[in-house]
């Protein structure tokens, strides 16, 4: 099913505000990928347990926005922010669509890492699990001024923050395994052997930055965006095993939070037509 989404916004002398919400559906296939479950592959028959999958739930998200004009500091200035609270939506919480990614960084022998999904579920026992939607909360804030007709800088700064229930923290715990093997070249396979696991999957990420524009002409631009990023590692303090498919070297990388300072040089050009 699609995605169903409202917006209740007011635009006035004095700003905007907004409320905004919605739902969708969360869903995955079966428990047990290795069987075709229809009796002709694999020893699993149909109608077993291996072959359900957990029931489908609805995710949602629910937010609040802000506009202040602040024209009494420059024509065309203002302050803006907004909040967002999903479970099982997570590509509404951040401008980079997650739902299925993760986010990773590596330096030295060090790695930070973020799983993003919107549920997890499996088999603890050897019993299903329901889905466990993935919780994330977002929040940003900016602030614009406008130097003259042509120049102007802005300010910002994003906050998100994504967690996993006790449950779904089981899940992902007991399928990262406890030796160091070989897997597909270039990821993040196994916990090293002899090394604890810390189980905490739960990560953030931030950014601060800002951007100075010069309007050139009526539909040509040119800006330079300075940013500060920090990822907060899961796992914090865990020892995986990474198997290189670039000049980075194989082996042990320590779970440890890492961040980067990004420029960005953007021209923009309009065509009328």
Known sequence: M???????RVDQAWGAAQIMGGFGDNSGGYYDFNFSCNGAIGAQAAGTQNCGHAADKLGFVIGGGLRI????????????????????????ASNTPLGGAQAAGLSSH?????????????????????????????????????????????????????????????????????????????????????????????????????RTQWNVTRGLYMGVDVIYRKLETGFANSVFFYNSNTTRPAGLYTASNQDAIVTTFRIHRDFPY
């Open 69 to 92: 004009n602040a024209n009494w500091l420059g024509q065309g200035d203002y302050f803006q922010t907004q909040v967002t609270y999903t479970e099982g939506m997570l590509k509404y």
């Open 2 to 8: 699609p995605d169903v989404l409202g917006i209740l």
């Open 110 to 210: 060090n790695v930070a890492l973020g799983i993003g999904m919107d549920g997890t579920y499996g088999k603890i026992a050897g019993a299903p699990t329901s889905n466990q939607l993935t919780t994330a909360w977002s929040a940003a804030a900016s602030f614009e001024h406008n130097w003259s007709p042509r120049w102007k800088t802005s300010i910002y700064g994003t906050y998100l923050a994504v967690s996993f229930n006790d449950t779904a923290r089981t899940l992902i715990c007991n399928n990262i395994g406890s030796a160091a093997t070989a897997g597909v070249a270039g990821t993040i396979s196994t916990v090293a052997a002899g090394t604890a696991l810390n189980c905490s999957p739960n990560w953030q990420v931030w950014e601060v930055g800002s």
